[in-house]
C-alpha cells in the first residue's frame, strides 16, 4: 500500500516534470496580456485573440509582432515541404543501405558503418562554413532544397543505424519461406519484408521529421526570405524583437510544436520500441 | 537456358548490389559531410575574412594560435564544459529516474509514456523561447524562484538578491536546465529498452539471496545498464557541445559572456565578425574535442565489452 | 511427385568448406533424412535442394530436370522451417494461401484448397488469427498446412521440431508419419535428433563437417554403423566404446584384450577381417547387447557360466570381465548401469527388477554376434560381423 502510494507520487512528480513546462505556456497563449503579468497559471478570462494574430491574411493588425505572425502559415508549409522530403530522402537512402547492411553480407561493410557512425558525430558549427559556402555556389541560398539536403545528411546516419538494428530483429526464414512460397527477391521484398517493417519504417520516418521540424542552425543559415523559411526560423524572430508581448509568441509556440506533438502521440509507442531497441541492441 | 540469366547475374554481384544499395546514403554524405569537412579544414588554414574578400591567403595555424591565445575560446571552451558535463549528469540522472518509474506497472503508466515525448517534440528555438517565458519577468518559473529565495533569505536571516536571467549563474544554469529538460525523453526511451532486456530471473534470483531493492539497482540493473549509460553519454555529449539553438532564443550568448557556449562562439566568430578562417578553425577545435570524447567513451564501451564477453 | 539427385555437390563459405562433395539419389515418395550434429552442412544442403543457397559446385536434379540454377520459387518444392516463419501480419488463412496466391491460382480454387489442408492439419478453427495468436504446436500445424497446400513434388523440413517442447514433439512426429503416408511426396527431412530419424525414415544420411559419413535405411544405420562417429551419434544411449588390441591365444582363439576387459571372438570372423594380431581397435557394443552379471564366489575371468541376466539367454557365454557399477539409473521400463570398465564408463541395459547398485562388482557379457569392431585409428568399421 505504502509502495504503491510511493510510486503514484513519484509518477505525478515524472508527469509534472514533463509537462508543466509546456502546459504553462500552453496556457499564456489563452491569456489576455494583462493576465500574463499577474503571473498566473490558469487564464482567467481565455480568449484566442493572440491567435488571431497568426491567421491575420489580410495584414490588418498593426500589433508588435504581426509582422511576423502573418508569415506563420505560410513558415508552416515551408517546414512541411522540407519535413516530409527528408522523410521519403531518409527512407528510401536509409533502408536501401540499411538492408544491405543488415541482410547482404560484404566486404567492407564495417567500414560503412564506421563511416555513417562517424558522419553522425560531427558538429553541425563544425561544417556550417563550408556548406553555406557550397550552399551559396550552386546558388541554392534560399531554396526548400538547400534545406532539406542538410537536414537528410544529418539524419540519415542515425536514420541507418536504427533501420539496420530493426531489420535485423526479422528472422531471414521469413524471406526464405517467401521464395519458397513463389516470390522473386523483389517480391520477398515487397510483398513481406516491407509490411513486417512497417512499424520501424514509421518509427524512423516520424524521427527525421520531427527532427527536420525542429532543427535550427541551417535552416536559419540556408533561409532569408519567406519562400523558404521554415517555421522555427520564423520563430527565432520572435527572440530578437523585445516588445513582443509572450502572449503572442505563446501562441506561435503552441502552433510550431503542434503537428510534432501530434505525431509523436500518435506514434509514441512505435517510436519508443523502434528506437529504444535499434540503440541499445 | 535464358531462364536461368538473372539468378547467375545475382550471385556474381554479390558484392556489387549492397554497394550500389549504400550508395545514394554515402553519396549525400560524402557531398555533404566529408568534403565541407574537407574544406573546412582548408579555410581554417587560411586568413578569410569576408570583409576584407581581397585578402584571402595560406597562413598556416596562425588561426589556431590565435584562437588558443585568446580568452575568448578558453572562457567558451569552459562554458561548454560544464554545460555538457551538467547535462550528461542531469540527463541520465533524470532519464534513468522516468525509465525506472515506466518499468514498473501502475495504471496510467500508459499517460505517462505518451506524455513522455512531449519535451523532445518540442523544437529547440521554441524551447528557447519557452523558458524565456517561464524565467522572464513574468513568468511561472520565476515567481517561483523568487519566492523561494526569499523564503531562503527569511529562514537564514541572508540576504541574497535574485536578479533572474540577468544573473550570469541564473542564465547558464536556466539553459542547462531548458536543455537537459528537452534531451530527458530520448535518453529515457534507451533506458527503457535495456531495463526490458534485463531478464526477470536475474531479479528473482536477487531476491532469493535476499539482496534489498537498493542491492537490486546497484548489482544487477546498473552493470545491464552500462551499455545504455555510455551510448547517452556520447548522445548527449554530442548533443551538450552543439548546443546552439536553445542558447540563441533563450539567452542571445548573454548575460555578457555568460552563455557563450562554443558552438555560439563560433556562429559569433563566422555571422558577426565574419571571420571564416577563424570560425573553421574554431569549429575544428569542437570537433577535435567531441571527437576525443566519444573515442575515451568507444573505449570504455569496448573495454567493458571485453571485460564481459 | 519427383525423385531428388544431388551431383558432387559442394558449398564454401569463404574459406569454410560447409557441403563437400555430396552425391545422393532420393527415391520419388521417399522419406530421407539428413542427421547430423549442428555444423554438419545438413541445413546447408537443404537450403541447396530448395535454391535458397546456390552450390558452390555440382549440379541438383529434380527428375531429369537440371534445377541448379532455378531460383526456388521456380522450383516445385515447398518447406517448412524450424523457425516456421509464418509471416506475421497475414492471418493464418492467408498465411496458408499465400503460395497458391504466388502462383496465379484462383480465389475459389484457394479456398478450397486452404480448407482441405487445414481439414488434414486440423486447424480449421484458426483459418482467421493472426500468427502471434496461435501455440507453439498450432503454428507448427500451420506451417505444415502452408506447406502442404500446394501439393509440392519435393517437401522440405528444416528441423520442424526441434522448438517444441517433448510431449508435443512425439504428438507432431506421429502427424509427421500419416502426413508421408498420405501424401505423394518426397520427403527431406533435416534434424539433429537420431530417435526422430530413426522412427521417420525410410533411409537416412548421417553426415558429420560437410561429408556423408553413411546412407542407409535406420535399421542398418543402427545395425551396422559404417565407423564409430555413425556407432555413437545413432542410439540412445551411445553405444560404448573401448579401446584394446587383436591377440591370439595359445588355443588360437582371437579376443580383443583391453584394460579390464577381454572379449573372445570366433576364428572365422577374424579371418574374414584379414588381420593380424596386434591390430589396435575400437570395440564397440551397445547397452542391450551387454550382459550382467553378479559376480561368483569362485569364478574368475575365464569362467564358462555365470548367472546371467542379459543378452542371450541358453547359450554360452563367456564375461568379458569384471567390472563395478558406478551409476545407478531407473526408466521405468527399463535399468540403465553404468559400471567401470578398467577406467572406461560402460552403459549397461538391464531389466528393472534388477537389484545392482552402486558399489557392487559384476561380470559383463557382450553378446559375440552384436559387437562391432573399429579401426583404432581411423574409427572405420572393420567388419560387418553378422
Same mark, same amino acid.
Given at each position: 500500500m505504502w509502495r504503491r502510494a510511493s510510486l503514484y507520487i513519484y509518477a505525478l512528480a515524472a508527469v509534472i516534470y514533463l509537462t508543466l513546462p509546456f502546459a504553462w505556456v500552453a496556457a499564456v497563449s489563452f491569456m489576455p496580456e494583462r493576465e500574463v503579468t499577474q503571473q498566473r497559471w490558469w487564464p482567467e478570462e481565455p480568449t484566442i485573440g493572440n491567435y488571431s494574430l497568426y491567421f491575420d491574411v489580410e495584414g490588418q493588425s498593426a500589433d508588435v509582432g504581426a509582422a511576423i505572425a502573418r508569415q506563420f502559415p505560410r513558415a508552416i508549409i515551408n517546414s512541411l515541404i522540407i519535413g516530409s522530403a527528408v522523410m521519403l530522402l531518409n527512407l528510401t537512402c536509409g533502408s536501401l543501405a540499411a538492408y544491405a547492411l543488415a541482410r547482404l553480407p560484404f566486404r567492407g561493410n564495417l567500414l560503412l558503418l564506421l563511416f555513417y557512425l562517424g558522419s553522425r558525430s560531427v558538429p553541425g558549427v563544425a561544417i556550417m562554413i563550408p556548406m553555406y559556402l557550397l550552399m551559396r555556389s550552386y546558388g541554392l541560398l534560399d531554396t526548400h532544397l538547400s534545406v532539406i539536403l542538410s537536414h537528410t545528411t544529418f539524419t540519415l546516419p542515425f536514420t541507418i543505424w536504427i533501420l539496420k538494428g530493426y531489420f535485423q530483429t526479422v528472422p531471414l526464414d521469413l524471406e526464405r519461406a517467401a521464395r519458397v512460397d513463389g516470390c522473386t527477391p523483389l517480391g520477398a521484398l515487397v510483398r513481406v519484408f516491407l509490411p513486417v517493417t512497417t512499424p520501424g519504417l514509421v518509427a524512423v520516418g516520424i524521427f527525421a521529421f520531427i527532427a527536420s521540424w525542429g532543427e535550427f542552425l541551417f535552416a536559419l543559415l540556408f533561409t532569408t526570405t519567406i519562400a523558404s523559411r521554415p517555421v522555427t526560423v520564423l520563430a527565432s524572430d520572435f527572440a530578437q524583437?523585445?516588445?513582443?508581448p509572450f502572449t503572442v509568441i505563446a501562441a506561435g509556440g503552441v502552433l510550431v510544436i503542434l503537428l510534432p506533438l501530434v505525431l509523436s502521440f500518435l506514434f509514441q509507442r512505435l517510436i519508443i520500441q523502434g528506437i529504444g531497441g535499434s540503440v541499445t541492441g | 537456358m535464358t531462364v536461368l540469366r538473372p539468378f547467375h547475374l545475382m550471385s556474381r554481384t554479390r558484392d556489387l548490389l549492397p554497394l550500389l544499395l549504400n550508395l545514394p546514403a554515402v553519396i549525400l554524405l560524402l557531398a555533404f559531410i566529408a568534403y565541407p569537412i574537407g574544406i573546412s579544414f582548408w579555410m581554417s588554414l587560411h586568413r578569410y575574412n569576408l570583409r576584407r574578400p581581397d585578402q584571402v591567403y595560406f597562413h598556416g595555424l596562425e588561426n589556431y594560435a590565435t584562437i588558443l591565445a585568446s580568452s575568448e575560446f578558453w572562457n567558451a571552451l569552459w562554458i561548454s564544459l560544464y554545460f555538457t558535463f551538467m547535462a550528461v549528469l542531469l540527463v541520465i540522472v533524470i532519464a534513468m529516474a522516468i525509465a525506472l518509474l515506466l518499468h514498473e506497472s501502475f495504471r496510467g503508466r500508459g499517460v505517462v509514456r505518451a506524455l513522455l515525448l512531449i519535451p523532445w517534440a518540442i523544437p529547440g528555438v521554441v524551447n528557447g523561447l519557452m523558458w524565456v517565458g517561464l524565467l522572464g519577468d513574468y513568468g511561472a518559473f520565476n515567481a517561483m524562484l523568487e519566492d523561494s529565495v526569499a523564503a531562503v533569505n527569511y529562514l537564514f536571516g541572508i540576504n541574497i538578491v535574485y536578479t533572474g536571467m540577468a544573473s550570469p549563474f541564473v542564465a547558464l544554469n536556466a539553459a542547462i536546465g531548458a536543455h537537459v529538460w528537452r534531451s530527458v525523453p530520448f535518453a529515457c526511451i534507451i533506458f527503457l529498452a535495456a531495463i526490458q532486456a534485463i531478464p526477470t530471473e536475474q531479479y528473482r534470483a536477487a531476491r532469493v539471496d535476499g539482496a534489498t531493492s537498493w542491492n537490486r539497482f546497484r548489482f544487477i540493473t546498473l552493470p545491464w545498464l552500462y551499455h545504455a549509460v555510455l551510448v547517452v553519454a556520447i548522445f548527449e555529449t554530442m548533443n551538450g557541445f552543439r548546443a546552439f539553438d536553445l542558447i540563441y532564443a533563450l539567452t542571445g550568448g548573454g548575460p555578457g559572456d555568460a552563455t557563450h557556449v562554443i558552438a555560439w562562439q563560433t556562429y559569433k566568430e563566422a555571422f558577426a565578425r565574419l571571420d571564416f578562417g577563424g570560425a573553421n578553425a574554431y569549429s575544428y577545435l569542437i570537433t577535435l574535442i567531441t571527437m576525443t570524447l566519444a573515442i575515451i567513451y568507444i573505449r570504455l564501451l569496448y573495454r567493458r565489452g571485453l571485460v564481459q564477453g | 511427385m519427383a525423385r531428388v539427385r544431388l551431383n558432387n555437390l559442394t558449398k564454401h563459405f569463404g574459406d569454410v568448406v560447409?557441403? /563437400? /562433395?555430396v552425391s545422393l539419389d532420393i527415391a520419388d515418395r521417399e522419406f530421407l533424412t539428413l542427421l547430423g550434429p549442428s555444423g554438419c552442412g545438413k541445413t546447408t544442403l537443404l537450403n541447396m535442394i530448395a535454391g535458397l543457397e546456390s552450390p558452390t559446385a555440382g549440379e541438383v536434379w529434380f527428375d531429369d530436370r537440371n534445377v541448379t540454377a532455378v531460383p526456388p520459387e521456380r522450383r516445385d518444392i515447398a518447406m517448412v522451417f524450424q523457425t516456421y516463419a509464418l509471416y506475421p501480419h497475414m492471418h493464418v488463412f492467408d498465411n496458408v494461401a499465400f503460395g497458391l496466391k504466388m502462383r496465379g491460382v484462383p480465389a475459389e480454387d484457394r479456398k478450397k484448397l486452404v480448407q482441405a489442408a487445414a481439414k488434414t492439419m486440423e486447424i480449421e478453427h484458426l483459418l482467421d488469427r493472426k500468427p502471434r495468436a496461435l501455440s507453439g504446436g498450432q503454428r507448427q500445424r500451420v506451417a505444415l498446412a502452408r506447406a502442404i497446400v500446394r501439393n509440392p513434388g519435393v517437401f522440405l523440413l528444416d528441423?520442424? *521440431?526441434?522448438? *517444441? /517442447?517433448a510431449q508435443l514433439r512425439v504428438v507432431m512426429r506421429t502427424e509427421l508419419k500419416r502426413l508421408h503416408g498420405e501424401l505423394e511426396m518426397t520427403f527431406v527431412y533435416v534434424t539433429h535428433d537420431q530417435a526422430e530419424s530413426l522412427i521417420l525414415s525410410d533411409r537416412i544420411v548421417v553426415m558429420k563437417e560437410g561429408t556423408i559419413q553413411q546412407i542407409g535405411t535406420p535399421e542398418s544405420i543402427y545395425d551396422s554403423p559404417a565407423n564409430t562417429f555413425v556407432a555413437g551419434f545413432v542410439g540412445s544411449p551411445p553405444i560404448n566404446l573401448l579401446k584394446g588390441v587383436l591377440e591370439q591365444t595359445g588355443g588360437g582363439d582371437w579376443r580383443v584384450v583391453g584394460e579390464g576387459f577381454s572379449c573372445g571372438m570366433a576364428t572365422s570372423m577374424v579371418e574374414r577381417m584379414g588381420q593380424s594380431a596386434g591390430r589396435e581397435v575400437s570395440l564397440g557394443v551397445r547397452a542391450e547387447d551387454i550382459g550382467v552379471g553378479e559376480v561368483q564366489s569362485t569364478a574368475n575371468s575365464d569362467s564358462e557360466t555365470a548367472s546371467e541376466t542379459g543378452g542371450q539367454s541358453g547359450t554360452q557365454v563367456r564375461s568379458v570381465g569384471r567390472a563395478e557399477v558406478v551409476v545407478r539409473e531407473p526408466m521405468g521400463s527399463d535399468l540403465f548401469l553404468t559400471v567401470d570398465v578398467g577406467g572406461s564408463n560402460v552403459k549397461v541395459r538391464t531389466r528393472p527388477e534388477n537389484r545392482m547398485d552402486r558399489g557392487d562388482n559384476v561380470e559383463l557379457y557382450f553378446d559375440p554376434g552384436k559387437i562391432h569392431l573399429f579401426d583404432g585409428e581411423s574409427g572405420e568399421a572393420l567388419l560387418d560381423i553378422r
Open positions: 524583437e523585445l516588445q513582443v | - | 560447409a557441403v /563437400d /562433395d528441423e520442424p *521440431l526441434s522448438n *517444441l /517442447d
